[in-house]
């Protein structure tokens, strides 16, 4: 079956815009995370979704940042007034349930440049 | 403190060697860890994982090996292959499923 997809693969935006950044989680997986990766650094823990609610959010840096999955099945992130800080790789994963041991299937992620 | 630099630990080896990655890790809570492995352009993929109560694991060509008086992880790759050539990175769980990822290691395979 078809693993997470994210779109778009990349994204070049200037300082102060809007941005969102789409992920498809494998069907019938129920919790959605999002990470950011810095180069050379490990993910970084933004926000999880279990179902359509944002069951912790602990990990946005400002409230710049938001997302959403309203129907319990695709997320997007939502960057406001983009900062050159904010240029990363987004990456988006999914799992059956959220509990330890349940494995987090990645998508290849979206590269976003902020000029 | 975070260690913050654009330069991973690298590991290079040859093809047909057995490769050992290591990854220190700092909290005693920790009760699950998982190796990823993460090729350029791509997402991390799932390698293996071990909860705090084994010390050794074992799947294909790959064992992850936990030392839990020194917090001390290691992922050994038995008969490395070129396409084994990726970043690698443990990850810890404390007490949740949010993993939390160390800085990654850079493996490099020599055909």
């Known amino acids: 079956g078809a693993g997470v997809s994210q779109t778009p693969s990349n994204k070049v935006t200037e300082k102060g815009k809007y941005v969102e950044l789409r992920c498809d989680p494998i069907s019938g997986h129920t919790a959605l995370y999002w990470y950011r990766q810095s180069l050379g650094q490990g993910p970084e823990f933004l926000i999880y979704f279990q179902g359509t609610g944002a069951a912790d959010d602990s990990g946005l840096p400002n409230d710049r940042f938001f997302a959403v999955r309203p129907e319990g099945s695709v997320s997007t992130l939502k960057i406001q007034r983009t900062e050159r800080g904010d240029s990363a790789v987004y990456l988006c994963?999914?799992?059956?349930?959220?509990?330890?041991?349940?494995?987090?299937?990645f998508g290849p992620g979206t590269r976003l440049t902020v000029l | 403190g975070e260690s913050v630099g654009l330069h991973l630990p690298t590991l290079s080896v040859q093809e047909g060697d057995n490769s050992i990655i290591n990854c220190a890790y700092s909290n005693s809570a920790s009760d699950y860890f998982i190796w990823y492995k993460q090729e350029s352009g791509k997402g991390p993929q799932f390698i293996i994982d071990?909860?705090?109560?084994?010390d050794k694991r074992q799947g294909q060509r790959v064992t992850v090996l936990l030392n839990k008086t020194v917090k001390h992880l290691s992922l050994q790759i038995a008969a490395t292959q070129p396409g084994d050539s990726a970043v690698y990175f443990c990850a810890e769980n404390i007490g949740s499923y949010i993993p939390t990822f160390g800085r990654g290691t850079s493996l490099i395979v020599h055909p």
């Open positions: 994963a999914s799992s059956f349930n959220a509990r330890v041991g349940d494995t987090q299937y």
């Open positions: 071990i909860r705090s109560n084994m």
